[in-house]
C-alpha cells in the first residue's frame, strides 16, 4: 500500500543575516504611477477646444438672440436698445403664427413619413443577402441626404413642376398636382429625409439580437408579434430620435423652399428670411430674433421628449 508523498514546504525567505524574514500574506494595492494620475487628473484638457467652439458657434449666437428678442433699438448709430417684449408677442400673432404652424405641420408630417418610408427600407437593405445592394443603397443614402438647396429646388422643377418631364408625360396636372403647393414641398424634402432616415436608424437595426427572434420564435411568436412586442418597443426610442433629426431638417430648411414655392407655403424660415431683408418692413432684425428664438423654444421642447427615451434605449441596445 502507497501512501501519498507529504508535501515539503517551501523554506522561508532569509535576510541578508541569515533570518527568516515574515511576509505579509494579504498583498498590499500597487500604487499607480503619479504620471498616470497626473495624465488622467488633465485629460479633461482635450474637451478645452470643444468647449470654447461651442461658446463661440453656439452660446454666442444664442446669448445675441435672446438679448436681441428682447430689445428694440432707439439709436440707429449708436445701437442702444431698450428691454421689451413686443417682438416676442408680434412673433406668435398673424401672418408669423401661421408661418410658424405651417412650419410645424410641414416637418412633422414629412419626419413621419420619412420614418415611416426609410425604416422598411433600412430593415430590407440588412437582411438582404447581397453586400454589394447593402453598400450601395448606403452610400446613396449618404449621398442624398445632403442633397438639398438649389439643385434640389431645379432637379424638382425640372421634373414635376409645371411644365416638367414626369408632369408632362402622366397628366398630373390634370388630377390636381402642383409642386409649387404643401404637398409638392412634402415630396421634395422627403428625397433627402427618407435616405437620412435610413442612414438614422441602421446602426439601431444591427444592434437587435438574433437571440431575441429566436426566443419570439421557440414560444410560437409570428413575425407581426415579435415586431409589435419585441423589435418597436426597444427600438422606439431610436425612432423617436430618428424623427426628430428628421424634424429639425426639414424645420430649418430654407434654400429649397424659397427656390421652389417661394411665399406660396408660409414658412417661419421664410418669414426670418424677409424682416432680415426688409422686404416687407424695414428696421425688424429684431422681429427676426423674436422668430428665431421660436424656433429655438420648439426645437428644445422636442429635444426634451427624445432624451429620456434614448437613454432607455442605449441600455436595450448596448
Avoid: C
Amino acid at each position: 500500500m502507497t501512501t501519498a508523498p507529504t508535501p515539503v514546504p517551501a523554506p522561508a525567505a532569509a535576510d541578508l543575516s541569515g533570518g527568516p524574514v515574515a511576509t505579509d500574506t494579504a498583498a498590499s494595492p500597487t500604487p499607480k504611477p503619479a504620471g498616470r494620475r497626473l495624465l488622467r487628473g488633465k485629460s479633461w484638457l482635450a474637451t478645452v477646444p470643444l468647449l470654447v467652439f461651442f461658446l463661440i458657434g453656439f452660446g454666442l449666437p444664442a446669448v445675441a438672440i435672446v438679448t436681441g428678442a428682447f430689445t428694440v433699438s432707439n439709436d440707429a448709430e449708436t445701437g442702444a436698445g431698450t428691454f421689451t417684449t413686443a417682438n416676442v408677442t408680434d412673433s406668435v400673432q398673424g401672418a408669423y403664427w401661421t408661418a410658424l404652424v405651417s412650419s410645424v405641420k410641414l416637418s412633422a408630417l414629412t419626419a413621419l413619413l420619412g420614418t415611416a418610408i426609410g425604416v422598411p427600407i433600412a430593415q430590407a437593405v440588412l437582411t438582404s443577402r447581397f453586400r454589394v445592394l447593402r453598400e450601395a443603397v448606403l452610400t446613396a443614402s449618404g449621398v442624398l441626404a445632403n442633397f438639398g438647396g438649389l439643385p434640389l429646388a431645379f432637379a424638382f422643377v425640372a421634373t414635376l413642376g409645371n411644365a416638367g418631364e414626369l408632369t408632362k408625360m402622366f397628366h398630373l396636372t390634370d388630377h390636381g398636382w402642383s409642386l409649387y403647393s404643401f404637398t409638392g414641398l412634402t415630396v421634395a424634402y422627403l428625397y433627402f429625409l427618407v435616405p437620412l432616415m435610413v442612414l438614422t436608424i441602421t446602426p439601431a437595426l444591427e444592434g437587435l439580437r438574433v437571440q431575441w427572434r429566436e426566443a419570439a420564435q421557440n414560444n410560437r411568436a409570428t413575425g407581426l408579434q415579435y415586431w409589435r412586442h419585441v423589435a418597436l418597443p426597444i427600438l422606439f426610442p431610436s425612432l423617436l430620435g430618428g424623427f426628430v433629426l428628421l424634424f429639425g431638417s426639414a424645420f430649418a430648411a430654407y434654400a429649397t423652399a424659397a427656390a421652389m414655392v417661394g411665399a406660396t407655403v408660409p414658412l417661419i424660415s421664410r418669414q426670418i428670411a424677409d424682416a432680415l431683408s426688409g422686404n416687407v418692413l424695414t428696421g425688424q432684425g429684431n422681429l427676426a430674433l423674436a422668430l428665431s428664438l421660436d424656433m429655438i423654444i420648439v426645437a428644445v421642447l422636442v429635444m426634451a421628449v427624445y432624451l429620456p427615451l434614448q437613454r432607455r434605449s442605449a441600455r436595450w441596445l448596448s
